[in-house]
């Protein structure tokens, strides 16, 4: 099946520790985005990538960085320049950006500090 | 600024008691508006697109309608399994700083008591 696979579901982070967050997608598409979700608020971008070694920040992206060396692959790497990391963090991807179409997501990675 | 807000922010509603969420937008042009449905600790999925004022879909117990200014989430006869988060998002003609990504609302957590 298609879709798009994120882990861990569970991350501890220790105080001036980076940690990285895997997405993984089989369903061909060019683009992929990071969003990041806290409670009672909409879901903010990190990152998005519209193509293979090629990606531009979002709104809320200091702190954070990515890479994007394969198609199918986006991570995301929590810097400890992060000072409120802890949320639950969402990969998504579409055929093409700017395209009207669905972003499909994955299960999400809930991020805690130690 | 480009915005979306949803209301109410939590819905409590007895099996069978039909109802709607709203979805107030403010952007510079529509190209979609979207709905997505998201469960506890689980990424949003999909459930219609939105193009035009006027355009209604259906899915079993839910029908999204759209304005020119706002969204309608109408869920009829609703049942516990109903019980999520409901997410809307818009897409903006502009091709500037968002290079056309999604712009979401704060959801409406929806709860179905039997």
């Known amino acids: 099946d298609g879709g798009i696979t994120q882990s861990p579901k569970y991350l501890f982070r220790k105080e001036g520790q980076n940690v990285t967050l895997s997405c993984e997608q089989n369903?061909?598409?060019?683009?992929m985005y990071w969003y990041r979700q806290d409670p009672g608020q909409g879901l903010r971008l990190i990152y998005y990538?519209?193509?293979?070694?090629?990606?531009q920040k979002g709104d809320i992206a200091e702190g954070y960085s990515v890479s994007r060396e394969k198609k199918e692959s986006f991570p995301l790497t929590v810097t400890s320049a992060q000072k409120n990391p802890t949320a639950f963090y969402l990969c998504?991807?579409?055929?093409?950006?700017?395209?009207?179409?669905?972003?499909?997501f994955g299960s999400g990675t809930q991020l805690s500090v130690l | 600024e480009d915005q979306v807000t949803q209301s109410p922010e939590a819905l409590r509603l007895q099996e069978g008691e039909s109802s709607s969420l709203n979805c107030s937008y403010t952007?510079?042009?529509?190209?979609?508006l979207f709905w997505y449905r998201q469960d506890p600790g689980k990424g949003p999925e999909f459930l219609f697109t939105?193009?035009?004022a006027g355009e209604e879909k259906e899915k079993e117990r839910l029908k999204a309608t759209l304005t020119k200014k706002e969204s309608f989430l109408h869920i009829t006869a609703p049942k516990p399994e109903d019980s999520a988060t409901y997410l809307c998002?818009?897409?903006?003609?502009?091709?500037?700083?968002?290079?056309?990504?999604?712009?979401f609302g704060k959801g409406t957590k929806l709860s179905v008591k039997p």
């Open positions: 998504a991807s579409k055929r093409r950006a700017g395209l009207v179409e669905k972003l499909f």
């Open positions: 369903l061909n598409h060019d683009a």
């Open positions: 990538s519209q193509i293979v070694n090629d990606f």
């Open positions: 952007v510079s042009g529509l190209r979609g």
């Open positions: 939105l193009y035009s």
């Open positions: 998002a818009v897409q903006a003609l502009n091709y500037g700083g968002s290079q056309g990504n999604l712009i």
